[in-house]
């Protein structure tokens, strides 16, 4: 299960009863039991940096107590073992990334097509991306399309997704906890400094493999397609970005809301954000079609650009009024706030 620097195991854990977390790194083990006592989740070590000869990983041991949780024996489970493809590795490359850093990029390429499906842990090609070796994020860097592309295998180690996160820019992070947020400025960047890095070995393996009797497409229609892809991209960028939610999952909005929640952007970089509230609302209560903004739990120098919205009916959803995105500016390090909207009284 997916952890979030330090949330997530523990909890496992103390949910089906009790456990313990053995790991060895550089010949030392440690190891700590897991457990509740009077229904208060404790801990106790057990071991800390003892020599050892075992070599480096970590077990962990969960004793399953509540008797609501079944456990299927499936043997085959055990004899599960992760076949890493034979590569030849490539010159790593050392990437400087705004907001980010230092990051190095280790590419393998295979001789044999991988398997590859976005969001699909069972892929094999495709760039891992990870930091001080936890691993968040699995792509093609928007390359999936390319058949090329499958042949290669690596990762991408970005020590300052760790150091922005303990210094508190959760943003960095899907809030569906689906691996990083590409939107986040910095995640950004690092999409563009790995593509750029990755383009002339992916394009130079499709001409290898076009070379050999594969089917080619003419130039000229390569770069319409480039193109295309390049225009398909803004447009889905500027029409999904700041959605509502049921916008993407279906869920009416039944009140005034304001989104995203929460914003998180680098020193100076603009971030939107879309009013809506539902236009029987306003009309049930002779409400008029404005709102002003205010902000909350705000981190930062931060300045609006405007606080008063003109409210106007949504393009694409009947019933439903929204605002223009409102924009803000900064002036210091990434900086966190949460944008409030009032309108007839009520806030959102």
């Given at each position: 299960m997916r952890g979030l620097f330090g949330r997530g195991l523990k909890e496992a854990i103390i949910g089906l009863g009790k456990g313990e977390i053995r790991t060895v790194r550089d010949r030392t083990e440690s190891s700590v039991e897991i457990f509740t006592e009077n229904r208060t989740p404790k801990y106790r070590v057990v071991r800390k940096a003892r020599p050892v000869e075992d070599i480096a990983g970590t077990r962990v041991t969960i004793e399953v107590q509540s008797s609501k949780i079944r456990c299927p024996k499936f043997d085959i489970l055990y004899r599960l073992v992760f076949d890493r493809p034979e590569g030849k590795e490539l010159p790593p490359q050392t990437l400087r990334v705004e907001g980010f850093g230092t990051v190095k990029l280790c590419l393998f390429e295979s001789d044999a097509r991988l398997y590859f499906g976005a969001g699909d842990p069972s892929s094999v090609a495709g760039i891992l991306v990870k930091t001080e070796g936890a691993i968040l994020d699995s792509r093609l860097f928007g390359f999936d399309a390319e058949d090329a592309a499958q042949y290669f295998f690596g990762y991408v180690d970005c020590p300052g997704i760790a150091a922005k996160l303990r210094a508190g820019d959760?943003?960095?992070?899907?809030?569906?906890?689906?691996?990083?947020?590409?939107?986040?400025?910095?995640?950004?960047?690092?999409?563009?400094?790995?593509?750029?890095?990755?383009?002339?070995?992916?394009?130079?393996?499709?001409?290898?493999?076009?070379?050999?009797?594969?089917?080619r497409l003419k130039s000229q229609y390569r770069e319409k397609l480039a193109e295309l892809c390049k225009l398909l991209n803004s447009l889905v960028e500027s029409e999904l970005e700041d959605l509502p939610d049921w916008g993407l999952s279906g869920t009416e909005i039944n009140t005034l809301v304001v989104r995203p929640e929460v914003g998180y952007t680098e020193p100076n970089q603009p971030r939107n954000f879309g009013v809506y509230v539902p236009e029987r609302l306003l009309k049930t209560r002779n409400i008029e079609e404005k709102a002003t903004l205010e902000l909350v739990d705000a981190k930062g120098a931060i300045q609006l650009s405007h606080d008063a919205l003109d409210l106007e009916p949504a393009k694409k959803h009947a019933g439903l009024l929204s605002a223009k995105f409102s924009k803000f500016n900064f002036s210091e390090a990434t900086t966190r706030f949460g944008p409030r909207a009032i309108c007839g009284g009520r806030r959102n």
């Open positions: 959760f943003g960095i992070l899907d809030p569906n906890r689906s691996g990083l947020d590409w939107r986040h400025q910095s995640c950004r960047s690092l999409d563009a400094a790995v593509k750029d890095a990755i383009r002339p070995i992916i394009y130079a393996k499709r001409d290898s493999l076009e070379s050999k009797g594969g089917p």
